[in-house]
T-cell receptor, first 115, second 112 residues
Framework: GAGVSQSPSNKVTEKGKDVELRCDPI?????LYWYRQSLGQGLEFLIY????????KSGLPSDRFSAERTGGSVSTLTIQRTQQEDSAVYLC?????????????FGPGTRLTVL | SQELEQSPQSLIVQEGKNLTINCTSS?????LYWYKQKYGEGLIFLMM?????EEKSHEKITAKLDEKKQQSSLHITASQPSHAGIYLC????????????FGTGTRLKVLA
């Protein structure tokens, strides 16, 4: 497809379980971002990947959260020992190589519900 | 407090009416992005503004960045039910970085 894709679209899990969320960016986009959107809140930056550089993990809320990007393309966000407050929509975005117009293109998101 | 304030938080208008959504920052905006989001979908990019005084239009939607580059307005002319959704502004307030901040969104409902 031409856009950013994410899977699964919905995930319901029990408290304490681990979950993996996947993001396929637009082909050729070197930058990849993960955001979290909680009910009534704006988008919260989680992590940023740019090419082969070390990722900026400064937005990850706790050490239960981790992300990797394999081969500069697909990314996986992992949440270990999920808590109810982790329930949110997790959005992935990608953008072309750095330039003055770094528009981010978003995927449809993964809605995570932790029971 | 929210670094990027949007107003109003929600808006209900009759089809055919014009409306304006505002996005205000306490910092200089080096890039201002407007997105639209529908339930179950990701954010759809609408337009980007960078220069003070810049104005862009896409179909019946016009966005403007004020001269001081701290506020943007999104204006919809002759609204239609297809315009319904959540409008989000995102901004780069630290020139040259990728760390966007986002407003909390404006929920728009258009009554047919």
């Amino acid at each position: 497809g031409a856009g950013v894709s994410q899977s699964p679209s919905n995930k319901v899990t029990e408290k304490g379980k681990d979950v993996e969320l996947r993001c396929d960016p637009i082909s050729g986009h070197t930058a990849l971002y993960w955001y979290r959107q909680s009910l009534g809140q704006g988008l919260e930056f989680l992590i940023y990947f740019q090419g082969n550089s070390a990722p900026d993990k400064s937005g990850l809320p706790s050490d239960r959260f981790s992300a990797e990007r394999t081969g500069g393309s697909v990314s996986t966000l992992t949440i270990q020992r999920t808590q109810q407050e982790d329930s949110a929509v997790y959005l992935c975005a990608s953008s072309p190589p750095p330039r003055s117009t770094d528009t981010q293109y978003f995927g449809p998101g993964t809605r995570l519900t932790v029971l | 407090s929210q670094e990027l304030e949007q107003s109003p938080q929600s808006l209900i208008v009759q089809e055919g009416k014009n409306l304006t959504i505002n996005c205000t920052s306490s910092k200089t905006l080096y890039g201002l992005y407007w997105y639209k989001q529908k339930y179950g979908e990701g954010l759809i990019f609408l337009m980007m503004l960078q220069k003070g005084g810049e104005e862009k239009s896409h179909e019946k939607i016009t966005a403007k960045l004020d001269e001081k580059k701290q506020q943007s307005s999104l204006h919809i002319t002759a609204s239609q039910p297809s315009h319904a959704g959540i409008y989000l502004c995102g901004a780069d307030t630290t020139s040259g970085t990728y760390k966007y901040i986002f407003g909390t969104g404006t929920r728009l409902k258009v009554l047919a």
